[in-house]
């Protein structure tokens, strides 16, 4: 069980986090907030990984994790379209291999039912916090309330996510299916090419870049010391503990270590002698001047396209492309995105942008499509949160705070029974 920290001390101390994604920033917000003294350790820059390129969406709707029933066979099809939304790319590379069968055990029906309720929680928790964040004067994300329109064009389509809007019903979300003609009365100022729509209004929107920006400037101001381009190289342990960790900067002690590091957790968890299993699933957006007003955040259900209004403009993202790292632009993955939205949108003709600027970004995503949280079984004062795919940003600040609790020994805000970090060792 991770629900319950081992040999943690009920004292405040000194957590260090290793990265700086929107797991690690809400986790470093909610720990400082009890009074740990926080130091947080990105390889990166802060500024341009999937926390600020993402489409902002705040989903209970996705009470579904990745791995489900039909995405393989799906992912077979999409495997031979250069444009398509979802994409495995055959290597033969081990990890790849593991992933990919350990994916295709938990695509399943029982996999699913068992996820829905944590999953809807997790969000719920998070979409509360949200709230609570925006009320704070220093944090201003352009948070929203509109909900998602997921919009159909095709009889197939709608019918299964009708079934699937009866679901959220069953598990108490607001949601309702709306026909073609009440899916535009909601956007009147464009037009909309669609069969109808499923109105998730317990779903919301923000302005990512933001923020991060903001959460990083309120952390620094209340104390917290925040390393960039500083890569964790390695681990001193004894006794089941983690006594210091190395980077290529400096070493540096701590009570308790919390490890997030989205794409490159399994890089950094088997330097600590764990196996945590996550796939990178490449992505890419770009944000357009809209020439006729956007209202809603949208998904474009048969693309698997994001439509997020955000800062005045318009972000469009998509493509789950899952493969090892690369830095390459896949020009094909982002005009099947382009195209796409005039099938939705047809007085948005939107232009193939250039490649500079075009963000592309892993999402972390864990063979059975949930997350991991709470402590190693391994070592007693690590605390593991990643893996959360697609639904960073949605689930960042319930993970933050169940961070904080877990640290603090105190009851959880929710059951985090199914995210167990070590559960494919």
């Not at 495997?79 to 350990?102: H, Q, R, T």
């Not at 709306?178 to 535009?184: G, H, V, Y």
């Not at 005039?342 to 972390?364: L, M, S, T």
């Amino acid at each position: 069980m991770t629900d319950k920290p081992v040999n943690q001390s009920s004292s405040k101390g000194n957590v260090t986090i290793i990265g700086g994604g929107i797991i690690g920033l809400c986790s470093a917000y909610y720990l400082q907030k009890e009074g740990f003294k926080v130091t947080i350790l990105e390889q990166g820059d802060l500024f341009n990984n999937c926390s600020s390129g993402n489409a902002g969406m705040i989903v209970p709707s996705h009470f579904v994790p990745l791995a489900a029933p039909g995405m393989i066979s799906k992912g077979i099809k999409w495997m031979f379209d250069s444009k398509s939304p979802f994409y495995v790319k055959p290597a033969l590379n081990s990890s790849l291999i593991s992933w990919g069968l350990k994916f295709w055990k938990y695509a399943n029906d029982k996999h699913v039912d068992a996820s829905a309720q944590p999953l809807r929680d997790l969000h719920l928790l998070s979409k509360q916090l949200y709230d609570d964040l925006a009320a704070q004067p220093e944090l201003n994300f352009g948070l929203e309330k509109k909900g998602i329109l997921m919009l159909y064009k095709t009889k197939p389509t709608g019918e299964e996510e009708i079934h699937l809007a009866k679901k959220a019903q069953q598990l108490g979300l607001d949601v309702e299916p709306l026909n073609a003609k009440q899916t535009q009365d909601l956007e009147p100022h464009t037009a909309l090419d669609v069969l109808g729509s499923v109105h998730y209004r317990c779903d919301a929107h923000l302005y990512p870049n933001d923020l991060v920006k903001q959460l990083v400037s309120y952390l620094k101001q209340n104390g917290a010391d925040i390393e960039t381009n500083c890569k964790v190289t390695g681990f001193k342990t004894e006794n089941g503990k983690i006594t210091s960790l190395t980077t290529e900067k400096a070493s540096y002690n701590a009570d308790l270590v919390v490890m997030t590091g989205g794409a490159w957790l399994p890089e950094i968890a088997k330097k600590a002698g764990l196996s945590i299993p996550v796939m990178p699933g490449k992505g890419y957006s770009f944000m357009v001047e809209p020439e006729k007003k956007i209202i809603h955040p949208s998904l474009l259900l048969e693309a698997r396209v994001a439509v997020t209004p955000m800062n005045g403009q318009v972000r469009f993202g998509g493509t789950m492309e899952i493969a090892p790292m690369n830095n390459k632009v896949n020009m094909n993955r982002v005009e099947g995105i382009v195209n796409s939205i005039p099938q939705y949108y047809p007085e948005h003709q939107v232009a193939i942008p250039a490649v500079d600027k075009i963000w592309y970004g892993f999402r972390p995503c864990s063979p059975d499509g949930l997350p991991y949280l709470g402590y190693s079984q391994k070592l007693n004062n690590l605390i593991i949160a990643g893996g959360h795919g697609m639904m960073g940003v949605s689930l960042a600040p319930a993970t933050g705070k169940l961070v904080a609790e877990l640290a603090n020994g105190q009851n959880l805000s929710t059951s985090i029974g199914m995210y167990n970090p070590e559960r494919f060792n």
